[in-house]
């Protein structure tokens, strides 16, 4: 997980670009080895790199508008973390002003970062090679043709075979496998790097200008997603639906894992590895093929791992990578999976990104966020401030996070192209014909995408590590008579309520669109959510949330910059707010709104962050009484609270007095969509009450599952708080529930 700057371009002719996006045209200009890897460290350390502007080059018949933006991930105990992540930009590959090639690296291990800055120093060389040597053989074919091509030529011009050759989809594949293939063997030979138990993921696009075509080849679990608008829609139209070009290859998908297991090696998510989990045969278990551990194992943030039969290693949550010389021995290789698939004008928008965008954000809300945007590197920083953001809310770190984000225009239909190639491809040579007789080849809609099975689920709750320390945090200031108050504070709707216009609730919706929270709303509360959005005028210098302090607002930035700072265990303030770990920037201009302070609507527990103001600005402000208010229609207070214990029969002996204390020491709570609020046989020490929503109640017995569905007023974890220690059912929200 690493970034980098230009790659030196003795293998590879033509424009590229690396880390910091400096742009190269020879290796003549690039200096001594040592003096390269020093500065591949400090960009590695650097904290953002991003395109200085976006750029734009026109690929045959595609114009592609394109920026990237790569941001070192923030670890609390190793705050000098290099960024393990890589990207390379080549231009006029190979010296064909019709080509591309896009490619993002995800390092891992102690050596990541070096990993993935040789496969992208490295790749775009071996992948020349292949191509040119399968060139090569083309050009024997068509040897005439050719000399025919020349003579008709511009004499003034060089004629070079090799620009006029085009390949077919087999031999592009067969030359990007070979290429991913020698650069792996080539990591394990390299002398100034250990790849045993570190390595490097990879997802590239290479782009085919003479036929509006791309080759996507995919190591690992980072994603090529295209976004497609409607066909008949309007063309201006910022809806798309998002295709993945990529499927993740890790132990959830069956395929991946049986070819793992057929090696010795055992998969299990680290809590299986130490005993608290039970361990099962999936396989023989789930008919349908891919493994259910989505909120089972990985709810926390523990996916399942490829581990030896012989020890506690190497424990990839990925089932093929570069480098990686222990796991290959294990099936874990760095032969991609590939998919060639013409560029259709619907097609608006292709992203490659490493898994960091992806552990919370799904590859249509990666999408939606790119949808709002004309200019690519505005949609990467919004996509990385959103991915950024949920990390920080679910985790006590983040990773890695680096994007390359390609806005596509049709220029010219490829059918209306010159054809100034030679090929042998079959399939060309379908389409030529189709083309002839008048009419337009159409592909299979699967030819265009890959398949969703198996793939990795997002997560949507924190991990255990975070949720121990906000209760730290809650426990630090449970007695303090102030936080008492803001936990039991209510909002009157009517003073917070102010007319919005139709810009500002434009906005709004916009900055909401993406978050669990507000995806079940009806449009009547959407509007009072617009409406009890309190607008929050900031200074430069104001502290807009204090690390420990308990948070009651959830912030949409509607204009200015906020730093995120946070102190570490046992660090002292000394006034600045931390450790800067990352800049939010909202734009009213630019269209970009990000969002912080999320839980606040969910718990009241303290901040684990500081947000100050490095500039003057603008913030809507949701207070989360006013938000479960409107959830709830005139959300439940602790009377109401009061008066549903007094219904149930485990307290109907006590007083009015203890109901009340009793109510008293509940605390609010709100659950996304889909979310495992207890489980069946895993300890708790909490019984829920639900205000809104509605939740399925399923109770295995006797291997047979038998469900329910809970409501406003029903209850439900009482069994621990009689004389159990564990649950006696799993309850799944069906939609945003509120809650005590």
């Given at each position: ?321 570069l480098g990686d010389a222990m796991a290959e021995e294990l099936g874990v290789y760095a032969e991609p999976e590939m998919l060639t698939r013409d560029i259709r004008p619907e097609d608006r928008v292709i992203v490659l990104a490493s898994d960091g965008i992806f552990e919370f954000l799904t590859n249509q809300s990666v999408i939606d966020i790119c949808a709002k945007f004309t200019d690519p590197l505005e949609a990467c920083r919004a996509v990385v401030a959103e991915s950024y953001e949920l990390w920080l809310q679910y985790e006590l770190r983040t990773d890695d996070i680096t994007i390359i984000v390609m806005f596509v225009d049709t220029v010219a239909d490829a059918s209306r192209m010159d054809r100034t190639y030679v090929t042998s491809s079959l399939r060309d040579m379908q389409y030529q014909k189709q083309i002839s007789m008048g009419r337009m080849p159409v592909e299979k809609e699967e030819e265009q995408a890959v398949g969703t ?288």
């Amino acid at each position: 997980m690493g970034c980098c700057e230009s790659v030196p371009e003795d293998a590879v002719e033509g424009h590229h670009k690396g880390g910091n996006g400096a742009t190269s045209r020879s290796s003549k200009n690039a200096g001594p080895e040592t003096s390269l890897n020093a500065s591949h460290q400090q960009k590695a350390l650097r904290k953002i790199d991003q395109s200085e502007k976006p750029e734009e080059i026109v690929c045959g018949g595609l114009r592609l508008r394109y920026a990237f933006l790569s941001q070192r991930g923030y670890y609390p105990d190793d705050p000098h973390k290099p960024n393990q992540d890589a990207y390379s930009i080549s231009t006029r590959f190979g010296n064909q002003d019709t080509d591309a090639h896009f490619a993002v690296y995800d390092g891992h291990g102690r050596d990541g970062d070096l990993c993935a800055q040789f496969a992208r120093d490295k790749m775009p060389s071996y992948l020349t090679r292949h191509i040119n040597r399968h060139k090569q053989k083309e050009a024997q074919k068509h040897k005439n043709q050719l000399e025919r091509m020349a003579a008709a030529s511009n004499p003034d011009e060089p004629f070079n075979p090799l620009n006029h050759v085009e390949l077919g989809k087999d031999q592009m594949q067969q030359a990007c496998l070979k290429a991913h293939v020698e650069c792996n063997q080539a990591m394990h030979q390299d002398p100034s790097l250990d790849d045993s138990l570190s390595g490097s993921t990879a997802i590239s696009v290479f782009v085919h200008g003479k036929r509006n075509r791309i080759t996507v080849c995919n190591v690992g679990d980072s994603r090529a997603v295209v976004g497609k608008a409607n066909p008949g829609g309007s063309p201006d139209s910022k809806t798309f639906k998002a295709l993945p070009l990529s499927r993740d290859q890790t132990p959830y998908r069956k395929d991946e894992r049986i070819r793992i297991k057929a090696t010795g090696a055992r998969i299990l998510s680290l809590d299986q590895l130490e005993g608290l989990e039970p361990i099962t045969n999936e396989d023989s278990q789930n008919e349908e093929g891919e493994l259910e551990l989505g909120e089972e194992l990985d709810e926390g943030g523990d996916p399942p791992r490829v581990w030896s039969p012989n020890g506690d290693y190497p424990g990839t949550a990925f089932t093929r990578s570069l480098g990686d010389a222990m796991a290959e021995e294990l099936g874990v290789y760095a032969e991609p999976e590939m998919l060639t698939r013409d560029i259709r004008p619907e097609d608006r928008v292709i992203v490659l990104a490493s898994d960091g965008i992806f552990e919370f954000l799904t590859n249509q809300s990666v999408i939606d966020i790119c949808a709002k945007f004309t200019d690519p590197l505005e949609a990467c920083r919004a996509v990385v401030a959103e991915s950024y953001e949920l990390w920080l809310q679910y985790e006590l770190r983040t990773d890695d996070i680096t994007i390359i984000v390609m806005f596509v225009d049709t220029v010219a239909d490829a059918s209306r192209m010159d054809r100034t190639y030679v090929t042998s491809s079959l399939r060309d040579m379908q389409y030529q014909k189709q083309i002839s007789m008048g009419r337009m080849p159409v592909e299979k809609e699967e030819e265009q995408a890959v398949g969703t099975e198996g793939l990795r689920p997002i997560r949507v709750r924190m991990t255990k590590e975070k949720a121990q320390a906000i209760e730290k945090l809650k426990r630090d200031v449970l007695e303090d008579e102030d936080y008492t108050a803001l936990m039991n504070q209510e909002v009157d709707l009517d003073e917070l309520y102010t007319e919005k216009s139709s810009a500002e609730k434009a906005r709004i919706a916009n900055a909401i669109k993406t978050s669990v929270m507000f995806r079940n709303v009806t449009e009547e509360q959407r509007e009072m959510i617009f409406g009890v959005m309190e607008p929050i005028p900031v200074k430069k210098g104001t502290w807009v949330i204090r690390q420990g302090t308990v948070g009651d607002r959830f912030y949409i930035i509607d204009e200015g910059k906020f730093e995120v700072r946070i102190l570490g265990d046992g660090e002292r303030d000394d006034g600045t707010g931390g450790t800067l770990i990352h800049v939010y920037e909202g734009s009213v201009a630019k269209n970009a709104h990000p969002c912080f302070g999320e839980l606040a609507l969910m718990y009241s527990a303290p901040r684990s962050a500081s947000i100050i103001a490095r500039s003057d600005g603008h913030l809507w402000g949701l207070h989360r009484s006013a938000f479960r208010q409107v959830l709830a229609q005139a959300q439940g207070t602790r009377k109401e609270l009061a008066v549903t214990l007094g219904k149930i029969s485990m307290f109907a002996e006590l007083e009015q007095e203890e109901i009340n204390k009793l109510a008293a020491s509940f605390d609010e709570i709100a659950f996304g969509r889909g979310e495992n609020i207890i489980e069946q046989g895993h300890f708790g020490d909490s019984m829920f009450v639900i205000t809104s929503g509605t939740c399925e109640l399923v109770r295995v017995i006797g291997g047979q599952p038998k469900s329910s569905t809970l409501k406003a007023g029903d209850y439900f974890g009482n069994e621990v708080i009689i004389d159990q220690q564990k649950y006696g059912s799993t309850v799944v929200s069906l939609q945003t529930i509120t809650g005590w």
